[in-house]
């Protein structure tokens, strides 16, 4: 088993426990503060995916940061024109369009233009 292995899985694993906390009563309301879940469709394999990341939002933006963009590939969804994804913020479902910028020293942020309610 490889490192990259053994890090998707627990980002796997991971993603699976914050999910049941964002649904938990006392300590959803902590979790929903600092983290959302998103849901895309994958542009190779036309598979409906849903992972939790931390955002920050301004007003009708929200922008995530990819913490080790180079083990991660769920953003390169994004790349170019972007493509629709469905953020649960809080206690609401929005729809937005994201797009990815890799900037010149490697990071790289996703920013979601949310649609008018």
């Known amino acids: 088993m490889t490192l990259n292995d053994v890090f998707l899985r627990s980002a796997k694993g991971f993603n699976t426990v914050v999910m049941a906390a964002m649904n938990a009563p006392v300590v959803g309301e902590y979790a929903r503060r600092f983290a959302a879940q998103i849901t895309y ?58 797009v990815a910028h890799r900037d010149e020293r490697g990071g790289v942020e996703v920013t979601v233009q949310l649609d008018p309610v």
């Open 41 to 98: 469709v994958g542009r190779k394999t036309g598979r409906t995916i849903s992972l939790v990341v931390a955002y920050r939002r301004s007003g009708d933006t929200v922008t995530i940061a990819v913490g080790m963009p180079d083990r991660k590939k769920w953003w390169r969804n994004f790349l170019g024109e972007g493509a629709p994804m469905t953020l649960r913020l809080g206690d609401e479902e929005r729809t937005g369009h994201a």
